[in-house]
């Protein structure tokens, strides 16, 4: 059976002491479970060592929330993949779409990016997802399609077999909103579609593509349960370890209920 992956996004949140309180939390929580899922957390980049330093003594991955289309140089601010991965992080987050949004990543830019963390033996987790005009227009199929295909089709098969995909109705992140488990299963099975497509049916059934958009306890359950949703990309409730621990549980439960 194949198992779930969990990855909290603490996005833009946190001081240092809240991150050590929140992160020490979650590794006492899950320290005694006989984990089948596997749980990454993505802080922000100040906390990355801190995160990195308890994963090597637990039983979860540190991940980053982005990193630059370069490898060095003269890019103030940026940070590059070969940096995250002399940190020990092991999974990169790319393309969401607060990075699409608000600083104009375009498809080019997230295969950039992905082809770096490849390079460095990082799994991509990249993000495809329309906005709510899309859904409304009927547009949601063909938006994200575009999304997938030019971000990562262009990767040969050895390589595609690193990346997680993560599915994000963008009108569903942080509104309270999620998209209803018959969406959610919709569009999962029509990304791995396009997987199969591409790289053939063992291929599609091996990759990971995760749930983003206001999941949370309450309905983790009932999204994880979907045969074609392999899990969650979480972002509010990670900053909550009870929340946060829940959802593992609830991945958890939904592989040895199918």
Known sequence: MKTKLVIGNWKMNLDFGAAEDLATSIQEAIENFNLKTEVAICPPFPFLELVT?????????????????YDNGAYTGEVSAAMLASL?????????????KLFNESNEV??????????????PVVCCGEQLEDRKAGRHFEVVEKQVKESLFHLA???????????????????????TPAQASEMHAFIRGLVEKKYGSEMAYNT??????????KNALEL????????????????????????????????SEN
């Open 53 to 69: 330093d308890l994963a090597d003594e637990s039983n979860f991955y540190a991940g980053a929330q982005n990193c630059s289309q």
């Open 208 to 217: 990971y593509i995760l749930y983003g958009g206001s999941c949370n306890a």
């Open 157 to 179: 098969k050895n390589d595609f077999e690193h990346v997680v995909i993560a599915y994000e109705p963008v009108w569903a992140i942080g509104t309270g909103e999620t998209a």
């Open 88 to 100: 020990g992080v092991n999974f990169c987050i790319v393309g969401h779409s607060e990075r699409r």
């Open 224 to 255: 994880f349960s979907s045969p074609d949703v392999d899990g969650g990309l979480i972002g509010g409730a990670s900053l909550k370890s009870a929340d946060f621990v829940e959802i593992i549980e609830a991945a958890e439960t939904s592989v």
């Open 110 to 123: 997230v295969a950039r990016k992905v082809d770096k963390l490849i390079a460095e033996d990082l799994i």
